[in-house]
Nanobody
Framework: QLQLVESGGGLVQAGGSLRLSCSGS????????IGWFRQAPGTEREFVAALSVALWRGKRTYYHDSVKGRFTISRDNAKNTVILQMNTLRPDDTAVYYC????????????????????WGQGTQVTVAS
């Protein structure tokens, strides 16, 4: 089973950037859909971005509207890692960020559903100061 560990969180000023990494072990991340989710205190876990890898159509990326144009999800197969590059950060991006792996090959809004992911990392805190 694929195991995931997030890193790269921290404190940043509004307008700044952070690069989160989701490192896989045990299996190859390229064989799974990988999603990034976030959860702020008192709120539900929220979809951020996903990289879906249905073999018959190649990989596709999906983003929540609130992060489109600011965040980019990508994969480094050599490092077995999925990256979430976050630019132009805002205070409302503050949350614990989690990466997750799913094997059901989601498409479109299916990838937004956390129930489609069965392996989760422990999370990394992102705090954006105003």
């Amino acid at each position: 089973q694929l195991q995931l560990v997030e890193s790269g969180g921290g404190l940043v000023q509004a307008g700044g950037s952070l690069r989160l990494s989701c490192s896989g072990s045990g299996r190859a991340v390229e064989d799974y859909d990988i999603g990034w989710f976030r959860q702020a205190p008192g709120t539900e876990r929220e979809f951020v971005a996903a990289l879906s890898v249905a073999l018959w159509r190649g990989k596709r990326t999906y983003y929540h509207d609130s992060v489109k144009g600011r965040f980019t999800i990508s994969r480094d197969n050599a490092k077995n890692t999925v990256i979430l590059q976050m630019n132009t950060l805002r205070p409302d991006d503050t949350a614990v960020y989690y990466c997750a792996a799913g094997s059901l090959f989601c498409s479109g809004h299916e990838c937004f559903d956390p129930r489609r992911y069965d392996s989760w990392g422990q999370g990394t805190q992102v705090t954006v100061a105003s």
